[in-house]
């Protein structure tokens, strides 16, 4: 584990093993902590937050800091860029020329927002109760746990430590089990620019280590990603000592074409918004609605595009898709698809578990199109996590925007049509974080990111993120020297004439 800038090894001396998902060999043994780790770790965290150097450093120079975080990542791209692959199975294709310089930019956008921040604000002399200074100062949190998924590692946990040290905090992160190995690395580099302490990583289970941390008495804030069902326990969690808590949970995403899309880039735009990661992020598009004048004629498109995707080896830059995530993950997705058969959806292409040569340990499952889905089917409802669409019918445009809100989640959304300001008009009733027009995965580090209803709370990314780890204090100066002139003399001591 890292924590107060060194390497070390759990309290029990226990590890666990990483497997590739493409191939299912072991690639790493990581050290497996406990509750006594994460006392470590926060102790370290709470240390370093008390060190005013770090705490107090002025905006100019912390900008400096994340901009040296930001040319480490780079320094350090190749070895991100494998360790992510042979652990996540993610494609090279897409981390390399997508998460590392999203990462990059990430710390970039924040250093410029820490410079032009708000720390301070002075408020005009009220009238009532009497002349005074007021200012109100925005101050950081203290010690941050971050609670990150395995889909995308490295990138989600660069939106948890880089509004944490923008606004002078301290961080503990726990890792997913299966994917801590790029966490770890991130973590080395960071300390290259910044006082040990700073950043810390605690990896285990979730169970012992994710719960504990999330509960810790000595940690102030809790950002968590993952399943929805695990965030309502972080909640529960945070309760205890009324933690600061910002949750990215799970999604259902609609995507709505209208009859006057493009199909020529709605098709493979709407396939891109589901099959990206072979379907294992939380904003994917996994319902697809479409009118009943076009139906049949998209399904044939969407399933001859599917047909040109290339599973195979994510380290081989020809590969479009890589394996989902573990054992239990392809289980979880096969599982669901035998579902959709036993509900009535039409199977209209994939639903196998695949060999692929060279990688017969892995774990891969073909893009699948299911296609008469009604919404309240278990494959409409539930979120998959993995390469599953679902090609829901629908007849007018109010009809459609009553399905697509028809769900505990509001994430994400998208509308493909030629008419933006129909787009717009329909933008304005979808209950979603992020709608995409005539787009998908489109995240901006200038944006902000996060859900509606039971997809989270808080928002990641863009300067808004900034305020979620700071707390506010007001300031009141009295600018009235006679004491029987103050309002609260008057009103418990002045005896009435």
């Given at each position: ?6 390497w ?21 043994k990581?050290?497996k ?12 965290a ?6 005013q150097?770090?705490?107090?450093m002025k ?17 350090h791209a ?15 294709r ?31 002399v ?5 002349p005074?200074?007021n ?6 949190i203290g ?7 395995w889909?995308m ?16 905090n ?20 960071i300390?290259?620019v ?6 810390n ?5 979730g ?12 940690v102030d ?16 969690l945070a ?16 995507n709505i ?16 918004g ?23 004629d ?8 599917a047909?040109?995707?290339?599973l195979g080896n994510p ?11 573990s ?8 599982s669901?698809i ?11 292409y994939?639903?196998n ?6 990688c017969?340990?892995g774990?891969?499952?073909e ?35 009553d399905?697509a809100n028809d ?29 995409w027009?005539?787009?998908w995965?489109?995240l901006r ?16 990314m ?8 700071t ?9 009235v020297p006679?004491?029987?002139k103050r ?7 002045s005896?009435?004439?």
């Open positions: 584990m890292f924590i107060n800038g060194q070390v090894a759990s309290q029990s001396g226990e590890t666990f093993d990483v497997l590739n998902p493409a191939t299912g060999d072991v690639v790493a990581v050290a902590g406990n509750e006594a780790d994460v006392d470590n770790a926060v102790e370290a709470k240390q370093a937050f008390e060190n150097e770090w705490r107090e905006p100019k120079d912390r900008a400096n800091v994340l901009n040296a975080i930001s040319h480490q990542i780079v320094a190749e070895e991100l860029v494998y360790l992510e692959v042979i652990s996540s199975g993610g494609t090279v897409r981390v390399s020329s997508n998460d590392i310089l999203q990462m990059a930019d990430l710390f970039q956008q924040m250093a410029s927002f820490v410079v032009d921040y708000p720390f301070s604000e002075t408020l005009p009220p009238p009532f109760p009497g005074s200074h200012f109100v100062w925005r101050e950081p010690v941050c746990a971050a609670i990150t998924p889909n590692p490295m990138l989600i946990a660069s939106w948890k430590i880089a509004p944490a040290l923008a606004m002078g301290t961080i503990v992160i726990k890792p997913a089990s299966y994917t801590p190995l790029t966490t770890l690395k991130l973590a080395e580099i300390s290259n910044v006082p040990p302490g700073v950043i990583v605690v990896t285990g289970p169970k012992e280590v994710g719960e504990y941390l999330a509960g810790h008495p000595g804030k809790i950002a968590f990603t993952g399943s929805t069902e695990v965030g309502r326990e972080i909640m529960k309760s205890a000592t009324i933690k600061n808590t910002t949750l990215e949970l799970g999604g259902k995403s609609p074409l209208l009859e006057d899309a493009d199909l020529e880039v709605a098709i493979p735009g709407s396939l891109f589901v099959f990206l990661h072979s379907g294992q992020l939380c904003e994917s598009g996994t319902r697809l609605f479409v009118p009943d004048t076009i139906y049949e998209v399904v044939k498109a969407l399933v001859e595009n047909k040109k995707l290339k380290l081989d830059q020809e590969t479009d898709m890589g394996p989902v995530v054992e239990k993950q392809r289980d979880t997705i096969l669901y035998e579902t959709g058969k036993k509900e009535g959806a039409t199977l209209a994939g639903g578990e695949v060999t692929i040569e060279g017969e340990g774990h891969f499952i893009p699948t199109i299911f296609t008469d889905v009604t919404n309240d089917m278990k494959i409409a409802r539930e979120e998959i996590f993995g390469p599953v669409l679902s090609v829901i019918r629908y007849s007018t445009v109010e009809e459609v925007i399905l769900t505990i989640y509001g994430l994400a959304a998208g509308v493909w049509t030629r008419d933006v300001n129909k787009a717009y008009d329909i933008t304005r009733k979808l209950k979603a974080g992020v709608v027009i005539n787009d995965h489109m580090n200038d944006a902000p990111f996060g859900g509606y209803k039971q997809s989270g709370i808080g928002r990641e863009g300067k808004h993120s900034l305020d979620a780890y707390q506010l204090k007001h300031v009141h100066t009295s600018m006679q004491v029987e309002s609260w003399y008057q009103i418990l001591f005896q009435p004439e």
